[in-house]
């Protein structure tokens, strides 16, 4: 780890100044990422802003019917808070999906949206990479891929995001309220994380300074019909080979709205609106659902070691849809009968 | 002979760590350290106070032998600063008992013979300590996915369960019916099912 300070700020004015004042300052929530991040001299962070006293660490219902998540609220505290527990068990699935009791305790909500990706080159200082060193090249593509995008991707960089909690996120429509040097302001989730293109230094739109002081769920939970499916190498404390959120709103059989967001395949959890479009009014059947899972892999492409994921995200779709819709719901019995994959 | 600066004379220049005042509470006890910022908790735990019963593994949050809890919570000391941690209430395999008197883990590791190196156990029981206080897991299945940030090189998985379990049933918070005391033989695991298509 390099030489840095340290200040614990007091207030979110204080720490985008403080932020503003240094040329290589890092804002740290739990740390758990940022820290791993400095041992591997990955990041180097000259000074770092403590934001813990902030007081940014509530969660409350919003006027609107929503729940508004603070950015220093950590993991453990949303994903059993009494509120995301009812009316969002979507996002308590995702987030108890992912990492360790012990690192879900640290890490916090805003830190989540923050994370690196886990991509093996981005982590070693021995290889190019362009999300560390712009213009180095990408030592991924034409090698070990397991963990690697099949959708998105760019001639430049093909990480993933590693979250479980942001792939909820996507599907529940978040909104990430940020303050900055030049103020307030939100931004829809499905704009907040980007795809690498020619810049794949940058995961998100966040201008220089910005802080994320919280994120706002709008009222709807599809608390009745979701499913968080995780596919990785262990049973549990992996990263994500595939991930799904699957939410839907039924009328009886039929579909009347649906979500569906991938983890652990693109550059920024993977929302197919396209394919939401293909469930709606159609009955909740394995036939539908694998017509929308091929229109999500539709353009995907794989770099070889990682070729297997086009097919299980397809499989993985198709299961998720089919266990959202089985929750609480009487089906047709004989809608899966002959049309399981 | 080539002229020699005075500059070129003068040692070089030093950058010395720019430490600062940091007060912890651990174990109930208030310490005050003058360190780097960003000395980790786990080195000033283990370098700093003298508290080497919290062991460093992989040093990156992937092993849990880090594991102390911040205001009853765990936490992987290794991926926090010591700065980050003033006002609160740390406290770490030294403060869960005494030689006279071992914390109600501490006796089941030992009834249960759940550990054969010991490197990883004051982690394990510090987590399953944080596990008990969250009062979240009320099955096996619960207690194995809630222990999953502690790994344990030996494979005493199976002894280190049965002693969470005992305890976790002692204080009544276990719904499942069967009460695991020292010595009982644990029935094979149900096999895991192949995923269904």
Redesign the interface.
Known sequence: ??????T?ATAVAGAVQDKAAHDDAAY?G???NL??L??ENVARPTH?I?L?KLGLDTIENTPDGGLRLGALATN?DTA?HPEVEKRYPLLNQAILAG?????R??ATDGGNLMQRTRCYYFYDLATPCNKREPGSGCSAIGGYTRVHAILGTSEHCIATHPSDMCVALAALEATVRVSGPNGERTIAFEDFHRLPGDQPERDNTLEPGELITGLDLPEKGFAKNFSYLKLRDR???AFALVSVAAALELDGNTITEARLALGGVAHKPWRDKAAEAMLIGQPATADTFRRAAAKVLEGAKGQGTNNFKIELAK?AIV?ALKQAAEMNQVLDTNAFQNS?? | MSQVTQASLAPPPV?L??T?AVSLNINGQAHSLQI???T?LLDALREYLDLTGTKKGC???QC?AC?VL?DG????SC???A??H?DSHIQTIEGLGTEDKLSPLQQAFIDHDAFQCGYCTPGQIC?AQ??IN?G?AKTEAEV???????ICRCGAYSNILNAVMEVLNNEGLIIEDKVWSAGDTKPDLAP?EPP??
Do not use: C
């Open positions: 780890m390099n030489s840095f300070t340290f614990q740290i739990g740390g758990t820290i791993d400095m041992k770092l403590g813990k453990a059993w990492a360790s009791p012990q690192l305790n640290m049973t549990s404390y499989r299961r399981n994959p | 950058a760590a720019p600062q780097a910022p960003w980790t040093d990156h949050g849990g594991t911040v919570k765990r936490i992987n991926l926090s600063l700065v980050m003033e987590s944080g596990l969250e979240k194995r996915e809630l222990m999953s940030g502690n895991v269904k298509q």
